[in-house]
């Protein structure tokens, strides 16, 4: 196992780097901001890369936040474009999501999967989960989809008692300390689980800007039921339900906007003809 820390500038400040490395460091991983707010993390981050640790950074992740003093949903998918605008992936290591209870009541693992596949599109690099057992089990109710991530877990005990949450079958870092000092600075302590070599191979240098997806070509049913119509227009009793939940429908042109209604319309087709359908965001999603 191979030592390292995460740290934040507003709390650690300024670190004395000679002494995290004599201590065996190797690593450090930053925090970057959360939910919309923007640490301006690049300098702190380049400062540890200047001074030999490989470096990562995370981002706290909100799901809601105080608007006016009232709690409001914060959007996932903005959240992941803030990281990326607050560090333009110039990190060693891939980004993690920090998921925590405190300021995140009210836990959707759907919003929080967004926010990861997101961040995967923008980083282009898969990123690890932060977080610690009875959050992942109990808030955020231990998703299937879980283990498709590495797992940086906060749980202050022995390597060898380790308790992963479900459905996670290991570990990738583990926080196992808060509470220690490096030179009179309170730092966390974390272990990569693997030899030096594979911490070499996990940092596998600055993330290039994705290539952005090829526009969509099909679009898919996100309710029950959708009317389908003849031509982007109302006509009386010529409605007729052709789609259900989940189908995925090959588009037929461009999408046509009918004043009268406000409405925007999707051509797409059917076996033998071709209907429209309402392209509201509420209704339909585009799928690659």
């Known amino acids: 196992m191979i030592l390292g820390y995460d740290a934040h500038e507003g709390y650690q400040g300024k670190l004395d780097y000679d002494a995290l490395k004599a201590k065996g460091g190797k690593f450090i991983i930053i925090k ?6 923007d640490y301006s993390s690049q300098d702190y981050v380049k400062l540890a890369k200047d001074n030999g640790l490989l470096t990562g950074t995370y981002w706290y992740y909100r799901q809601v936040i105080p ?3 009232v709690e ?6 903005k959240q992941a474009q803030r990281y990326w605008d607050a560090t333009k992936g110039n990190q060693d290591l891939p980004p993690a999501l920090d998921i ?3 300021g995140n009541p009210y836990f959707r693992s759907n919003d929080i999967l967004t926010c990861l596949q997101e961040i995967e599109r923008l980083f282009g690099r898969k990123p690890i989960i932060y977080t ?4 992942w089990q109990s808030d955020v109710k231990s998703p ?3 283990n498709n991530y590495d797992l940086w877990l906060a749980q202050y005990r022995d390597a060898q008692y380790i308790q992963l949450p479900k459905p996670f079958t290991a570990w990738k870092i583990h926080q196992f300390s ?3 000092k490096v030179s009179g600075t309170t730092i966390d302590h974390n272990y990569f689980n693997g030899t030096e070599q594979d911490l070499l191979n996990y940092a596998n240098g600055e993330t290039t800007i994705p290539e952005p997806p090829e526009p969509s070509t099909h679009v898919k049913i996100l309710v029950d039921q959708l009317w389908g119509r003849s031509e982007p227009i109302y006509i009386s009793r010529t409605h007729s339900v052709i789609t ?3 189908e995925i429908y090959e588009k037929a042109g461009k999408s046509k906007y009918e004043k009268a209604s406000g409405i925007t319309w999707q051509p797409i087709r059917i076996p033998e003809r071709i209907v429209y359908v309402s392209a509201d965001k509420k209704f339909i999603k585009e799928v690659l």
């Open 32 to 37: 970057a901001g959360e939910g919309y707010l």
């Open 67 to 69: 608007v006016n003093g």
């Open 72 to 77: 409001t949903w914060c959007n996932p998918t």
């Open 100 to 102: 925590e209870n405190t």
């Open 132 to 135: 610690g057992y009875y959050i």
């Open 144 to 146: 299937a989809w879980s």
């Open 178 to 180: 808060e509470s220690i």
């Open 244 to 246: 259900r939940k989940g």
